[in-house]
Nanobody
Framework: QIHLVESGGGSVRPGGSLRLSCAVS????????MGWFRQRPGEERDGLAT???????SVTDSVKGRFTISKDNAENTLYLQIDNLRPEDTATYYC?????????????????????????WGQGTQVTVSS
């Protein structure tokens, strides 16, 4: 059973940084496509970044340069580093996983990605950016 638990959210001032974590169990990074999404108030959930089973990663253009996806294989933890936070980054942030199998929902683990590409989700962590 794949289980994802996000943490690291909080309230920060504009210009600050946060590192979000996603503790992953039930699947190894070498066997899955991993993703970070966010849902801003009143909006649909948007894909931000991906990490494929071969270690390749992508970040959507709108946050490129400020958001970085990474992993710790030993801890089986996925990270999203967010720098130079802006008020418009206020959202609930989710990690997602989709095993890389013949029955995988996703073909290309590369942005843009959508909710339907992933079968496993965490509960989300809230990030609020305000002065």
């Amino acid at each position: 059973q794949i289980h994802l638990v996000e943490s690291g959210g909080g309230s920060v001032r504009p210009g600050g940084s946060l590192r979000l974590s996603c503790a992953v169990s039930g699947v190894k990074f070498s066997s899955a496509c991993m993703g970070w999404f966010r849902q801003r108030p009143g909006e649909e959930r948007d894909g931000l970044a991906t990490l494929d089973s071969d270690g390749s990663s992508s970040v959507t253009d709108s946050v490129k340069g400020r958001f970085t996806i990474s992993k710790d294989n030993a801890e089986n933890t996925l990270y999203l580093q967010i720098d130079n936070l802006r008020p418009e980054d206020t959202a609930t942030y989710y990690c997602a996983a989709e095993p890389r199998t013949t029955a995988s929902k996703i073909i290309a683990c590369w942005v843009p990605v959508w909710d339907d590409d992933f079968g496993y989700w965490g509960q989300g962590t809230q990030v609020t950016v305000s002065s």
